[in-house]
């Protein structure tokens, strides 16, 4: 079975923190993605990444920055957090497998800025 | 600007009936369609796909409807149960690209 781990369940953090979101798939998985989840809005991609050290801007980048140092591991950051960026981010990974490609999500990481 | 337009937001649906999710896209180079499942405090989780060579997918209660000159697909759930209850995302992604697409979500309560 494909397990994608999201490290934190629940996040509280302050204004201006750094805050780093961890994301582990064990799959050998190319590509891996992270979302952000808001109700009403459905889930909007901020970054992905197709290889390590490799990331690609999604639809809603600013304010957020990445890392992929190791095939298994993806990391978001927040550089300074803001009450703006309270949400529910969800991790995703994609082998490279052809036009039938299944994502796989984790439990995600509700995140609460104050 | 959303690529997958979702409706309707919300669904009520009495246990035994059909439930009815329908999507729209614009971009024609979107080539496989995906439907998620979301229960409350999991992640999405793959329900059914399909690509445009064919107009209808099947598996087990679930039905994928698409309509490529239209530009549309819709998710049928025959026989609703209250398990069903959760929130149902259509998705879109590019034959060149790496992410999909997602509409806005569906919030269905099927009640007893």
């Known amino acids: 079975d494909v397990k994608v781990t999201q490290s934190s369940r629940y996040l509280v953090k302050r204004t201006g923190e750094k805050v780093f979101l961890e994301c582990v798939q064990d799959m050998d998985h190319e590509n891996m993605f992270w979302y952000r989840q808001d109700p009403g809005l459905g889930l909007r991609l901020i970054y992905f990444s197709y290889d390590v050290k490799m990331k690609e801007k999604g639809d809603i980048p600013e304010g957020y920055s990445v890392s992929r140092e190791k095939k298994e591991r993806f990391s978001l950051i927040l550089e300074s957090a803001s009450t703006n960026q309270t949400s529910m981010y969800l991790c995703?990974?994609?082998?490279?497998?052809?036009?039938?490609?299944?994502?796989?999500f984790g439990q995600g990481t509700r995140l609460t800025v104050v | 600007q959303q690529q997958v337009k979702q409706s309707p937001q919300s669904l009520i649906v009495q246990k035994g009936g059909i439930s009815i999710i329908n999507c729209a896209y614009e971009?024609?180079?979107?080539?496989?369609f995906p439907w998620y499942q979301q229960f409350p405090g999991k992640g999405p989780a793959l329900l059914i796909a399909i690509r445009p060579d064919v107009s209808e997918k099947k598996e087990g209660r679930f039905t994928i409807s698409f309509n490529k000159s239209a530009k549309q697909f819709s998710l049928h759930i025959m026989d609703s149960q209250p398990g069903d209850s959760a929130t149902y995302f259509c998705?879109?992604?590019?034959?060149?690209?790496?992410?999909?697409?997602f509409g806005k979500g569906t919030s269905l309560l099927v009640t007893p």
């Open positions: 995703a990974s994609t082998t490279e497998g052809g036009p039938n490609t299944e994502a796989f």
């Open positions: 971009n024609t180079a979107f080539d496989y």
């Open positions: 998705a879109a992604r590019p034959n060149s690209g790496y992410a999909l697409n």
